[in-house]
């Protein structure tokens, strides 16, 4: 009896494959009787509203763009698999274009702060959007293992490299006007954003604050007006008007609590950006020279500037002169390149003014310079797992050539700190590092489509800086409530180092019974800022971001009440 059961299984399992031969013929059969097309695997994506292309492409290094092979000839890893069709479904507002990347050239949106898009200057490159790598190979992410690395045998299509989900335009019907002039070379973008907030509790004097700015950005592509192969002209006027909270109510002055309205106040028209850009080596190399902010493309992300605070760069950077933060321009000029699939370099070299030189901006004689800034920065951008999930890890250096007179003179007479031992003028040295990563992607394939953990820190030579070290740490999230794909929900928190320099300048003052300044309440250590706020993508070019803060040891010091503030930001894009 043992020696047939065997047999029998065999002859069932051949029955049961007989069985199922006959069914599948037969559904098949009725299939093509009742005109529909036969049964197949159809890639996922396939059922997705076309997305340039529909199937899961990725660009070659040394070719146009191509299919992926079948699965089954592709080993099983992050690149072969794709990316989840709920994942990377576009939410139905987003005006971004079915091919996945916007009309360019495209300006900076008022919602996320960016550099423009330029097109490449060679229409056969394997990008648009992004640089072409030098090399045809990974960096740091080839010691990924294959389940999570996505770019380890080519690059990623362009959708994946657009830095935000964009804000669409309030003013719909200029849409024809608008393209009618971006085929002949001209771009423009036309915002408004107001930032209201009031002090609740703590603080010096309660109260609300408002302040606005308008931003008129405009791009001259030279290669449709001029045939100037690769070339462009960037401008960007703006008007900023209002109170800020910090100072008078809060007795802040180091942390600016609210973006706006900083260093180029009551200015009716105050000019920003004037530069030129030059993309070349089949895109594998882009120049800009002339007058712009280094916060634009240095230390900054458009996850940073969803923030008030730390908006367009960490604030222990925007207190030094080297950093030219924006709004304050500044001339100089800046090289990036991609050395491989995942890396990314910029280098440049900028001439170096107090901030508070050249207010409107036009004067640009006035400008008293004393030095040459020389920024450096290297990013690792992975892209992790089958949802090309992108992380960017910075650590970036710039040494400023101006000697600045040493902090211990801030408020100790210079008379008396003069002949300290040790005391001595400095040019100024700053490093940061910075890293945000996205843990899960909803909504498209753009950069912004995801929620995001972020952290950083920066450092500065204690002898010239106000705050020498900035650490902090938080989260920016989208869909957090269902069917709201492209709302965020942002939380930060930020810590603020006094320099030691300035804190012993304070200290000896206090000693010798000398004041210490109508700004400052006792001798400075260290504050603390949590920043949260929700997003709403109301419609088509209107962004409302209600917004709460709360400061620990406003002034640094612990004199003043610590302070709760909440408030509205609303951004329209005409």
């Known amino acids: 009896m043992i020696s047939h059961r065997p047999r029998s299984s065999a002859v069932r399992r051949a029955s049961l494959r007989a069985r199922f031969c006959f069914a599948s013929a037969l559904v098949g059969l009725l299939g093509l009787k ?80 960016f550099t423009p898009l330029m097109p490449s200057e060679d229409k056969n490159s394997a990008h648009q959007i992004e640089l072409d790598a030098l090399l045809p190979s990974e960096g740091p992410s080839a010691l990924l293992p294959p389940r999570l690395d996505a770019l380890r045998d080519s690059d990623l299509n362009d959708p994946y490299y657009v830095p935000t989900a964009g804000s669409g335009h309030l003013l719909r019907a200029i849409d024809p006007m608008r393209e009618w002039l971006r085929k002949r070379g001209f771009t423009f973008s036309f915002s408004y954003k107001g930032e ?10 309660k109260g609300m604050s408002y302040v606005h700015e308008l931003t008129l950005q405009a791009i001259f592509d030279l290669q449709k007006m001029a045939g100037l192969n690769g070339w462009s002209v960037h401008t960007l006027v703006m008007e900023r008007a209002g109170k800020a909270i910090q100072n008078g109510r809060v007795g802040e002055y180091y942390v600016a609590l609210q973006e706006v309205y900083s260093l180029s106040g009551n200015v009716a028209a105050h000019l920003v950006d004037f530069y030129a850009e030059k993309k070349m080596m089949q895109n594998r190399l882009d120049l800009t020279f002339g007058r712009m902010s280094l916060t634009h493309v240095f230390a900054t992300s458009p996850l940073l500037c969803s923030f008030m605070v730390t908006c367009s760069a960490p604030v222990g950077l925007k207190q030094n002169p080297a950093m030219s933060v924006y709004p304050k321009a500044t001339w100089g000029g800046r090289l990036r ?13 900028y001439s170096v003014s107090a901030l508070t030189d050249n207010p409107s901006g036009w004067s640009w004689g006035a400008e008293n310079t004393t030095g040459l800034s020389l920024p450096i920065e290297f990013t690792w951008q992975p892209f992790l797992t089958r949802n090309r999930m992108p992380g960017h890890y910075v650590i970036g250096y710039a040494h400023d050539t101006t000697r600045y007179a040493d902090k211990i003179s801030s408020v100790y007479p210079a008379r008396l700190a003069d002949v300290r031992r040790g005391t001595r003028s400095a040019p100024a040295d700053m490093v940061w590092m910075e890293a945000d990563q996205m843990v899960y992607r909803l909504g498209g394939r753009n950069m912004m489509a995801g929620g995001y953990l972020m952290a950083g820190y920066v450092h500065t030579t204690p002898r010239v800086a106000n705050i020498s070290d900035q650490a902090y740490g938080g989260f920016s999230m989208v869909g957090m409530i269902p069917g709201r794909l492209t709302d965020r929900f942002g939380v930060l928190y930020s810590w603020y180092h006094v320099s030691h320099r300035r804190r012993l300048s304070q200290q000896l003052a206090q000693d010798a019974g000398l004041p210490l300044g109508s700004t400052i309440h006792g001798v400075q250590n260290s504050s603390h800022i949590i920043e949260a706020y929700y997003g709403i993508d109301a419609f088509p ?17 612990r004199h003043i009440p610590n302070a709760a503030m909440a408030g509205l930001k609303l951004i329209a894009n005409l």
């Open 34 to 113: 009742a005109g529909a097309p036969p049964l197949a695997y159809a890639a996922p994506l396939a059922r997705q509203t076309p997305v340039s292309p529909v199937s899961d492409v990725i660009i070659s290094p040394d070719s146009k763009a191509r299919a992926n092979p079948p699965m089954s000839d592709r080993p099983v890893d992050a690149e072969a698999m794709g990316p989840e069709l709920s994942a990377i479904r576009r939410p139905p507002n987003t005006p971004i274009p079915p091919s996945g990347v916007p009309l360019l050239p495209t300006p900076s949106f008022a919602t996320m702060s």
């Open 196 to 205: 209201a907030m009031g002090l609740m509790s703590g603080g010096i004097e």
């Open 337 to 349: 390149f991609r050395p491989t699939r995942d890396t990314a370099v910029q280098v440049g070299a």
């Open 541 to 557: 070019g209107i962004l409302i971001q209600p917004e709460f803060q709360y400061m620990i040891h406003p002034g640094e010091t």
